[in-house]
């Protein structure tokens, strides 16, 4: 009997049965559909050698007007810059003491040290740095305490502990000899505060780290009941940064990478500068200075408390002034439909802000409106504030019931894993989604936490190819993602070894110097005429493209699986895996059933080969397969 050709459709389809999805691809795993055909993803490497504290939600990369590259990092507990391979820390300042407020208790044989500063204002795990202390008598010196460090519990509103160390960040245990106190010169620095790595719904009891809060109340919108993520945007050459629910922070790139960003209130010159909000923009051509979602103004001065719902916009090319005067064009509008906006995105000559359940477009119009905010869509509201991106075909968003695309207008796009990702997804923590671009490829990645890893981070992930209209899945645990452009190739956050690290992507086809594993591509059920005859396959023509990134001497393979099953409700069973290299010629196999299931992967276990260093690309794989008979 002549060979049969095994095509199968590009992309996966999770919304049809494994019989229905015959001809089709039905999963799958670091695998992407390109020129119609299945390929393993690119793979990824550590940018430089630092790390950095806490786990990275944004990521922003933009060039000074002297040619410096910069990274911002936000992440759960700080905001850096990187440059140069260097994480600069220069998260906000919230409060500074008078020498003497604080005070230090050591107890003998213990490590932890508690403190005591009167209406510190701290929350756990917030950073404290201490300057100009003395030595407590032992082994609890001046060194050990002259340092930054995390606050391990907050006990009361005047005291809190921490976890003595030394300047390599081993621990330290006092002994007898640490008794005495200086009372006079101690100063402590403190970060704002930090957010939650966790999201929470509401603001009443129980929500929340310990001490954040009285029992049984409810709290305003602020940082530390929310969880942190970041915003961030040039105006000029300076950064502004904004945590969710926090204040509004200006980082001066002459100032350089060593001093921390500023509060926008308190800078010289400001005039009713919003004081917290829970995002920033800077429009384009207009070069206004927009917080969404910001504290409105009672008199004169801002109220600190946020109005989820109110959109904030500064003069012309100032973002220091945002009083509405008949000589500047600042101003605000509040938005009516939806409870709280959930995040906003540059556009085409547009702004584009979502609710949580609308869409609406701020437009530039010049005076004396200076912006048209026009509401563009109800009922397809953001399911997170980063799950949005600005693509070439149009802006694609995630809402809780599926994926969109706005042209000018909002269409749902067709989705064909749609309820296998909708179902799964974690909306206890859809905060934590996000949506990026590798354009490269013409791709857009959406990031999400599953139900099913029950792990409430982000676990996995879906491509769409916008170019030529496929969907994948897959595992990958990326807390961040930046298309390149400013930087060569994509970035992600992440971890690895229990660091936090920027990945870039794309690079070789490796796992950060290791192997790629569990990669695979399966497909449905296979089966010839109508199933009614069994199928009796005893040879595998493989057509596989190996491609080498150069980094290994070892040779490229991968298997093919084959699995059988009589009828759509029985379980599979395994019947052959044949290994394929580049020189592989046919494999010859024995497998007889009504329908067939072909497995392409990884070979995870072969340590000669080890996966290091290729990528392999599906072509139109042959078959010898003939009926043979009606009879089990």
Known sequence: MPLSKIEFQAGINKEATDYSAQGGWVDGNLVRFRKARVEKVGGWQQLGQNYFLGLSRALHSWISLGGTRFLGVGTTWKYYIEEGDAYNDITPIRLVTSAGDVTFSASNGSSTITITDTAHGAVTNDFVTFSGAASLGGLITAGV??????ILLVTDANTYTITAKDTSGNTVTANASDSGYDLSSTVGTYQINVGLDTYVTSTGWGIGTWGNGAYGSANAISSVNQLRLWTHDNFGEN????????????????????????ELATVSGANQVPTVGLQVITSETDRHLVVLGCDPVSGSTRTGVIDPMLVAFSDSENDLEFEPL????????RLSSGSFIVGGLKSRQEILIWTDTSLYSMNFIGPPLTFAVNLVNEGAGLIGPKAAVNAPSGVFFASKTGFYIYTG???????????????????????????????EFGEMWFFYPSKEDGTGEISRYVIYNYEENTWSIGSLVRYSWLDAGIEDLPLSGAQSSGQSLVFEHETGYNDNNGPMTNVFVE????????????????????????????SSSNTPAMNIVLKRRDYPGQDLTTDSTTQVTGTSTYNNVRSRARQLVFRFESDDDDTANNQLGYKWRLGSTRIDIQPSGRRS
Request: overall charge negative; aromatic content about 10%.
């Open 239 to 262: 950064l502004i940064i904004n945590p969710r629910g926090a204040g509004i922070y200006r980082w001066v790139e002459n100032n350089g990478v060593t001093v921390e960003a500023k």
């Open 409 to 439: 207008a909002v269409k749902k796009l067709p989705c064909s894993v749609q309820e296998y990702v909708f179902e799964d997804l974690d909306l206890g923590q859809a905060f934590k989604c996000h949506m990026g671009l590798n354009s």
């Open 326 to 333: 008949p000589t500047n064009s600042a101003g605000d509008v």
């Open 523 to 550: 497909s449905g059920d296979t089966a010839i005429g109508d199933g009614e005859n069994f199928s009796f396959v005893k040879q595998i023509i493989p057509d596989v493209a190996f491609f080498s990134d150069g």
């Open 145 to 150: 305490l002259n340092q930054e460090y995390q």
